[in-house]
């Protein structure tokens, strides 16, 4: 455990953990974060493998691969008619490996609900030979709580939900944390909540600061301090087949997600760190490690609740720039990606 942690402004972590971004409502930004985490931590010469579980195929999309023209996808790999290698494909630019699918996934999940036994771990077992391959493995989950999602659940280490700071936000919260628990007890007893996200945010509309108020009040340091606003690269970079860090690496969007990245890692290294000082093991660590800045958080919004345009790229957006603080300890490459990235895993 010891070599796991050598100063502050190093590498010292590869995460190594499959993450399921989850949430069973559409249009949260579950995609938007897969994509543009994935090509974020890819930026800090991480491993990382992006799979898509959404028969949409957004993520594929998104990742500039057209879903029209899969040869194997995540269909037949939750079928066992393929490898996961062997449909994995290289995203550039992104720098990260993507496991595509299409609307073929949803025949794929029939299928599954026709099967008697092990229907839930077909994704896990698909993922086995090569969970030791990468750093980090992002999972985007459709916009239903159904058996693609439950396979992204059993299949992962923890659960990073996108919300949106609205009303019927947090109702749909309950339902998300009642299967994480039902899956905790049936099938992956270890599985823990990576975080919460406040996706979309704007600091002009009481609501979201109320909601994200409450989202800080119930769940302290599981609500991520870096703050995603609403920005309109990050909803056109889809169109250009590219994560936001390729279209537009300076705007509000790509700072965000990188500063997400920063804290993810942060967080890590702070618990790797616990973990060598205490000399407990790392799940011990975790809940002594210290808090990343829940309050701030807090403060942070409401700070933000200040600020006048929200839709203008504003580089002295308080959230941004606490976020940008966070992001400080990451050596990036975002210039050339596909420098020393060997897309086989
Ligand atoms: P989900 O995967 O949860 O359904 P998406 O990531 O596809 O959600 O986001 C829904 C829509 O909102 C998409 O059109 C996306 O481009 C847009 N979007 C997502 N996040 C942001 C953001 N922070 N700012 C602006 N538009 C966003
Ligand atoms: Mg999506």
Redesign the pocket.
């Given at each position: 455990m010891t070599g796991l942690w050598s100063g502050p402004v190093q590498y010292t972590s590869s995460m190594k953990r499959v993450i399921a971004v989850a949430?069973q409502?559409?249009?949260?930004?579950?995609?938007?974060?897969a994509v543009n985490l994935a090509a974020s931590l890819s930026a800090t010469r991480r491993r990382v493998l992006l799979m898509d579980l959404?028969p949409q195929g957004?993520a594929t999309m998104g990742s500039g691969i057209d879903k029209q023209q899969l040869q194997r996808s995540t269909c037949e790999v939750l079928l066992g008619e393929c490898d996961l290698e062997a449909a994995l494909v290289p995203v550039n630019p992104g720098g990260f490996s993507l496991l595509p699918a299409n609307q073929d996934l949803t025949a794929a999940e029939v299928r599954l609900l026709s099967m008697l036994t092990g229907r839930e771990i077909k994704l896990r077992n698909a993922l086995a030979p090569l969970r030791e391959s990468f750093d980090v493995i992002l999972i985007?989950c459709p916009?239903a709580l159904n058996m693609l999602t439950v396979n992204s659940l059993v299949a992962a280490d923890s659960v990073l939900i996108?919300m949106q700071c609205e009303y019927y936000a947090l109702e749909g919260l309950s339902a998300l944390l009642g299967t994480i628990e039902q899956i905790r007890d049936a099938a992956n007893p270890t599985l823990q909540l990576e975080g919460i996200l406040r996706?979309?945010f704007d600091p002009r509309n009481n609501l979201s600061t109320e909601v994200s108020a409450q989202l800080i009040m119930h769940f302290g340091e599981k609500v991520f301090r870096t703050i995603?606003?609403?920005?309109?690269r990050?909803?056109e970079a889809?169109s250009f087949g590219k994560p936001v860090l390729f279209h537009d690496k300076e705007s509000r969007?790509a700072l965000a997600y990188l500063a997400l990245a920063g804290e993810m890692i942060r967080r890590e290294e702070e618990e790797a760190h616990a973990a060598a000082t205490a000399g407990t093991s790392g799940a011990d660590a975790v809940a002594a490690a210290p808090a990343t800045g829940g309050t701030d958080g807090a403060n942070g919004v409401g700070a933000e609740g200040e600020q006048t345009s929200a839709a203008a790229d504003e580089p002295t957006e308080p959230a941004v720039d606490a976020a940008n603080r966070d992001a400080e300890p990451v050596e990036l490459n975002t210039t050339d990606p596909a420098s020393g990235y060997d897309p086989s895993p």
């Open positions: 949430n409502k559409g249009g949260v930004g579950k995609t938007t974060t959404d957004n985007d916009p996108p996706t979309m995603i606003p609403r920005n309109v990050l909803a889809p969007g």
